[in-house]
Protein backbone atom coordinates (compact mmCIF):
# COMPACT_ATOMS: atom_id res chain seq x y z
CA UNK A 1 0.00 0.00 0.00
CA UNK A 2 1.26 3.25 -1.15
CA UNK A 3 2.05 5.72 2.04
CA UNK A 4 0.70 9.28 1.12
CA UNK A 5 2.32 12.09 1.03
CA UNK A 6 1.17 14.10 4.05
CA UNK A 7 3.98 13.92 6.66
CA UNK A 8 5.53 17.98 6.99
CA UNK A 9 9.07 17.80 8.33
CA UNK A 10 10.39 20.60 10.27
CA UNK A 11 13.90 21.66 10.21
CA UNK A 12 15.49 23.90 12.92
CA UNK A 13 18.02 26.45 12.45
CA UNK A 14 17.69 28.44 15.89
CA UNK A 15 17.14 32.11 15.93
CA UNK A 16 14.54 34.07 17.42
CA UNK A 17 11.39 32.29 17.28
CA UNK A 18 14.03 29.73 19.61
CA UNK A 19 15.13 32.68 21.87
CA UNK A 20 14.64 33.56 25.62
CA UNK A 21 14.75 36.24 27.64
CA UNK A 22 14.74 36.66 31.45
CA UNK A 23 11.76 38.57 31.55
CA UNK A 24 8.37 38.47 29.42
CA UNK A 25 8.28 42.01 29.02
CA UNK A 26 11.73 41.80 27.02
CA UNK A 27 11.37 41.66 23.28
CA UNK A 28 14.79 42.87 22.18
CA UNK A 29 17.44 41.84 25.11
CA UNK A 30 16.82 37.80 24.80
CA UNK A 31 19.47 35.45 23.58
CA UNK A 32 18.85 33.35 20.28
CA UNK A 33 18.70 29.92 20.01
CA UNK A 34 17.85 28.64 23.24
CA UNK A 35 14.98 26.34 22.12
CA UNK A 36 15.05 22.80 20.49
CA UNK A 37 13.07 22.46 17.28
CA UNK A 38 10.39 20.03 19.38
CA UNK A 39 10.11 22.61 22.53
CA UNK A 40 8.88 25.04 19.45
CA UNK A 41 6.17 22.55 18.60
CA UNK A 42 4.75 21.93 21.85
CA UNK A 43 4.00 25.59 21.92
CA UNK A 44 1.64 24.79 18.97
CA UNK A 45 -0.76 22.54 20.44
CA UNK A 46 -2.93 23.53 17.21
CA UNK A 47 -0.44 20.85 15.12
CA UNK A 48 -1.13 18.36 17.35
CA UNK A 49 -3.52 16.61 14.67
CA UNK A 50 -0.71 17.11 11.77
CA UNK A 51 1.53 14.14 11.62
CA UNK A 52 5.03 15.95 11.42
CA UNK A 53 8.29 15.37 12.28
CA UNK A 54 11.10 17.64 13.71
CA UNK A 55 15.08 17.74 13.23
CA UNK A 56 17.43 19.95 14.51
CA UNK A 57 19.89 21.02 11.50
CA UNK A 58 21.92 24.16 13.51
CA UNK A 59 21.52 25.88 16.27
CA UNK A 60 22.45 29.53 16.17
CA UNK A 61 21.79 32.85 15.77
CA UNK A 62 20.52 33.59 12.29
CA UNK A 63 23.87 36.58 11.99
CA UNK A 64 26.21 33.99 12.88
CA UNK A 65 24.81 31.97 9.38
CA UNK A 66 27.64 30.36 7.67
CA UNK A 67 28.40 28.46 4.15
CA UNK A 68 28.94 25.24 6.37
CA UNK A 69 25.37 25.48 8.09
CA UNK A 70 24.32 26.29 4.58
CA UNK A 71 25.86 23.04 3.12
CA UNK A 72 24.38 21.14 6.27
CA UNK A 73 20.72 22.65 5.52
CA UNK A 74 20.58 22.05 1.46
CA UNK A 75 21.76 18.68 2.24
CA UNK A 76 19.17 17.93 4.89
CA UNK A 77 16.31 19.75 2.52
CA UNK A 78 17.09 17.66 -0.39
CA UNK A 79 17.07 14.12 1.76
CA UNK A 80 14.03 15.00 3.38
CA UNK A 81 12.31 16.09 -0.07
CA UNK A 82 13.05 12.67 -1.59
CA UNK A 83 11.30 10.93 1.24
CA UNK A 84 8.03 9.81 -0.78
CA UNK A 85 5.61 10.29 2.31
CA UNK A 86 7.12 14.01 3.07
CA UNK A 87 4.50 16.53 1.53
CA UNK A 88 6.74 19.64 2.42
CA UNK A 89 9.66 20.83 4.51
CA UNK A 90 9.55 23.83 7.36
CA UNK A 91 12.69 25.65 7.97
CA UNK A 92 13.23 28.07 11.21
CA UNK A 93 14.96 30.12 11.02
CA UNK A 94 16.47 33.88 12.30
CA UNK A 95 14.87 36.86 10.59
CA UNK A 96 18.77 38.77 10.32
CA UNK A 97 19.58 36.64 7.47
CA UNK A 98 16.83 34.45 6.18
CA UNK A 99 16.32 36.19 2.87
CA UNK A 100 20.07 34.72 1.96
CA UNK A 101 19.25 31.30 3.27
CA UNK A 102 15.67 31.28 1.58
CA UNK A 103 17.48 32.57 -1.68
CA UNK A 104 20.20 30.21 -1.66
CA UNK A 105 18.25 27.14 -0.90
CA UNK A 106 16.17 28.29 -4.01
CA UNK A 107 18.72 28.33 -6.24
CA UNK A 108 20.59 25.18 -5.42
CA UNK A 109 17.20 23.06 -4.51
CA UNK A 110 14.47 24.43 -6.72
CA UNK A 111 12.50 21.76 -5.32
CA UNK A 112 9.22 20.88 -6.49
CA UNK A 113 7.53 20.28 -3.09
CA UNK A 114 7.58 23.30 -0.74
CA UNK A 115 10.13 24.94 1.31
CA UNK A 116 8.76 26.95 3.91
CA UNK A 117 10.74 29.34 6.06
CA UNK A 118 9.61 30.72 9.05
CA UNK A 119 10.55 32.93 11.89
CA UNK A 120 9.90 35.45 14.96
CA UNK A 121 10.78 38.71 15.78
CA UNK A 122 9.77 38.17 19.18
CA UNK A 123 11.41 35.72 21.70
CA UNK A 124 9.66 32.69 23.08
CA UNK A 125 9.35 34.22 25.78
CA UNK A 126 7.89 37.49 25.59
CA UNK A 127 4.30 38.73 26.39
CA UNK A 128 3.16 37.58 22.62
CA UNK A 129 5.19 35.47 20.97
CA UNK A 130 4.73 35.60 17.35
CA UNK A 131 6.60 32.24 16.79
CA UNK A 132 4.06 29.91 17.44
CA UNK A 133 1.27 31.70 14.59
CA UNK A 134 4.14 31.52 12.13
CA UNK A 135 5.12 28.00 12.65
CA UNK A 136 1.62 27.06 12.79
CA UNK A 137 0.83 28.93 9.06
CA UNK A 138 4.21 27.67 7.90
CA UNK A 139 2.70 23.98 8.30
CA UNK A 140 -0.11 24.57 6.77
CA UNK A 141 1.74 26.36 3.66
CA UNK A 142 4.03 23.21 3.64
CA UNK A 143 1.08 20.84 3.64
CA UNK A 144 -1.15 22.99 0.34
CA UNK A 145 -2.02 20.69 -2.38
CA UNK A 146 0.31 22.66 -5.30
CA UNK A 147 2.67 24.37 -3.36
CA UNK A 148 6.32 24.29 -4.62
CA UNK A 149 9.46 26.33 -4.46
CA UNK A 150 11.03 28.54 -1.67
CA UNK A 151 9.08 30.82 0.40
CA UNK A 152 8.63 32.71 3.67
CA UNK A 153 5.44 32.52 6.04
CA UNK A 154 5.75 35.35 8.33
CA UNK A 155 2.74 37.42 9.48
CA UNK A 156 0.09 35.86 7.52
CA UNK A 157 1.89 36.38 4.14
CA UNK A 158 3.55 33.99 2.06
CA UNK A 159 6.67 35.73 -0.09
CA UNK A 160 8.97 33.97 -2.40
CA UNK A 161 12.69 33.70 -1.91
CA UNK A 162 13.58 35.94 -4.81
CA UNK A 163 11.60 38.84 -3.92
CA UNK A 164 11.41 38.65 0.07
CA UNK A 165 13.51 41.19 2.29
CA UNK A 166 13.54 42.31 5.62
CA UNK A 167 11.99 45.49 5.39
CA UNK A 168 12.11 46.48 9.55
CA UNK A 169 14.07 46.29 12.29
CA UNK A 170 11.31 45.77 14.83
CA UNK A 171 7.58 45.59 13.54
CA UNK A 172 5.90 41.89 13.60
CA UNK A 173 5.04 42.14 10.15
CA UNK A 174 8.60 43.05 9.61
CA UNK A 175 9.69 41.18 5.85
CA UNK A 176 8.15 42.91 2.31
CA UNK A 177 8.21 41.65 -1.43
CA UNK A 178 10.54 43.77 -3.47
CA UNK A 179 7.69 44.70 -5.75
CA UNK A 180 4.80 43.87 -3.93
CA UNK A 181 3.86 40.22 -5.25
CA UNK A 182 2.81 37.79 -2.78
CA UNK A 183 2.62 34.37 -2.79
CA UNK A 184 -0.40 33.52 -0.75
CA UNK A 185 -1.73 34.76 2.33
CA UNK A 186 -2.85 32.66 5.86
CA UNK A 187 -6.03 33.51 6.96
CA UNK A 188 -7.47 31.68 10.02
CA UNK A 189 -5.15 28.45 9.02
CA UNK A 190 -6.67 28.25 5.85
CA UNK A 191 -3.82 29.46 2.62
CA UNK A 192 -5.25 31.72 -0.19
CA UNK A 193 -3.18 31.81 -3.05
CA UNK A 194 -2.77 34.90 -4.62
CA UNK A 195 0.07 34.96 -6.87
CA UNK A 196 2.44 32.27 -7.84
CA UNK A 197 4.96 29.57 -6.05
CA UNK A 198 8.53 30.45 -7.34
CA UNK A 199 9.84 27.74 -9.65
CA UNK A 200 13.77 27.68 -10.52
CA UNK A 201 16.47 25.62 -12.34
CA UNK A 202 18.16 23.46 -9.53
CA UNK A 203 21.85 24.46 -9.23
CA UNK A 204 22.18 20.95 -7.46
CA UNK A 205 24.32 20.18 -4.20
CA UNK A 206 27.21 19.15 -5.97
CA UNK A 207 27.70 23.14 -6.76
CA UNK A 208 28.18 23.68 -2.96
CA UNK A 209 30.14 20.23 -2.35
CA UNK A 210 33.40 22.56 -1.98
CA UNK A 211 34.97 22.71 1.92
CA UNK A 212 33.01 25.71 3.27
CA UNK A 213 36.64 27.28 3.83
CA UNK A 214 37.48 27.13 0.34
CA UNK A 215 34.03 28.80 -0.57
CA UNK A 216 35.16 32.28 -2.95
CA UNK A 217 35.37 35.23 -0.77
CA UNK A 218 32.91 37.65 -2.35
CA UNK A 219 32.50 41.16 -0.57
CA UNK A 220 29.69 43.90 -0.71
CA UNK A 221 30.75 47.60 -0.58
CA UNK A 222 28.81 50.73 -0.60
CA UNK A 223 27.93 54.30 -2.60
CA UNK A 224 27.46 57.03 -0.13
CA UNK A 225 28.60 60.69 0.14
CA UNK A 226 32.50 60.49 0.35
CA UNK A 227 32.77 57.41 -0.98
CA UNK A 228 36.27 56.46 -2.52
CA UNK A 229 38.19 53.62 -3.87
CA UNK A 230 40.14 53.03 -0.49
CA UNK A 231 37.92 50.16 0.94
CA UNK A 232 38.23 48.38 -2.54
CA UNK A 233 41.87 48.24 -2.01
CA UNK A 234 41.84 47.12 1.59
CA UNK A 235 39.92 44.06 0.50
CA UNK A 236 41.81 43.28 -2.46
CA UNK A 237 45.12 43.18 -0.38
CA UNK A 238 43.66 41.05 1.87
CA UNK A 239 42.17 38.98 -0.86
CA UNK A 240 39.36 38.83 -2.55
CA UNK A 241 37.65 36.82 -5.13
CA UNK A 242 34.84 39.29 -6.22
CA UNK A 243 32.55 42.60 -5.42
CA UNK A 244 28.90 43.40 -5.63
CA UNK A 245 28.64 47.45 -5.54
CA UNK A 246 25.23 48.17 -3.87
CA UNK A 247 24.99 51.55 -5.57
CA UNK A 248 23.00 54.47 -5.17
CA UNK A 249 19.40 54.52 -7.34
CA UNK A 250 20.08 52.67 -10.49
CA UNK A 251 23.65 51.61 -9.13
CA UNK A 252 25.18 54.83 -9.59
CA UNK A 253 28.75 55.05 -7.92
CA UNK A 254 30.94 57.77 -7.01
CA UNK A 255 33.68 58.47 -9.58
CA UNK A 256 36.35 56.84 -7.39
CA UNK A 257 34.75 53.81 -6.07
CA UNK A 258 33.97 53.05 -9.78
CA UNK A 259 37.60 53.23 -10.77
CA UNK A 260 38.63 51.13 -8.15
CA UNK A 261 35.97 48.67 -9.02
CA UNK A 262 37.33 49.03 -12.45
CA UNK A 263 40.61 48.48 -11.62
CA UNK A 264 39.82 45.38 -9.40
CA UNK A 265 37.98 44.25 -12.60
CA UNK A 266 40.73 44.55 -15.08
CA UNK A 267 42.70 42.11 -12.66
CA UNK A 268 40.07 39.24 -13.38
CA UNK A 269 38.25 40.13 -10.33
CA UNK A 270 34.24 40.16 -11.41
CA UNK A 271 32.43 43.01 -10.07
CA UNK A 272 28.59 43.52 -10.06
CA UNK A 273 26.38 46.70 -9.77
CA UNK A 274 23.41 45.98 -7.42
CA UNK A 275 21.37 48.80 -5.13
CA UNK A 276 20.78 50.34 -2.03
CA UNK A 277 17.22 50.83 -2.91
CA UNK A 278 14.81 48.09 -1.51
CA UNK A 279 13.41 47.64 -4.77
CA UNK A 280 13.56 47.46 -8.37
CA UNK A 281 16.16 46.62 -11.34
CA UNK A 282 19.87 48.06 -12.25
CA UNK A 283 19.61 48.73 -15.71
CA UNK A 284 22.80 46.93 -17.56
CA UNK A 285 23.73 49.69 -20.05
CA UNK A 286 26.62 50.02 -22.15
CA UNK A 287 30.25 51.58 -20.78
CA UNK A 288 28.65 50.90 -17.12
CA UNK A 289 30.18 47.84 -14.72
CA UNK A 290 27.92 44.33 -15.15
CA UNK A 291 24.54 44.46 -13.55
CA UNK A 292 23.02 42.30 -11.09
CA UNK A 293 19.50 43.02 -12.58
CA UNK A 294 17.07 43.11 -9.51
CA UNK A 295 18.70 41.12 -6.89
CA UNK A 296 19.58 42.83 -3.58
CA UNK A 297 23.14 43.37 -2.49
CA UNK A 298 22.96 40.26 -0.51
CA UNK A 299 21.25 37.91 -2.92
CA UNK A 300 23.40 39.18 -5.92
CA UNK A 301 26.56 38.20 -2.98
CA UNK A 302 25.08 34.43 -3.14
CA UNK A 303 24.36 34.57 -6.96
CA UNK A 304 28.11 35.63 -7.73
CA UNK A 305 29.81 33.03 -5.42
CA UNK A 306 27.10 30.25 -6.77
CA UNK A 307 28.43 31.30 -9.84
CA UNK A 308 32.02 31.14 -8.68
CA UNK A 309 31.71 27.78 -7.02
CA UNK A 310 31.12 26.14 -10.73
CA UNK A 311 34.70 27.47 -11.51
CA UNK A 312 37.64 25.15 -10.77
CA UNK A 313 39.13 25.80 -7.21
CA UNK A 314 42.10 27.82 -7.63
Keep these: MQTPADLIVILGTGGTIAGTAQSASDGVGYTAAQLRVEDLLAAVPALSARRLEAHQVAQLDSKDMDFATWQRLAA ?4 QLARPEVAGVVVTHGTDT ?5 YFLHRVLAPRKPVVLT ?22 VAGTPGAA ?38 EEGAVRVVGRW ?17 WPRVEIVSNHAGADGAVVQALRAVGVDGFIAAGTGNGTLSQGLDAALRDAQSAGIPVWRSTRCDAGPVMDL ?29
Design 76 to 79: AVEA
Design 98 to 102: LEETA
Design 119 to 140: AAMRPATALAPDGPQNLFDAVQ
Design 149 to 186: GVVLAFAGRVHDAVQVRKAHSYRVDAFESADGALVARV
Design 198 to 214: PVGEALGTARIARPAPQ
Design 286 to 314: PGLLPSAGALSPVKARIELILALLAEPAA
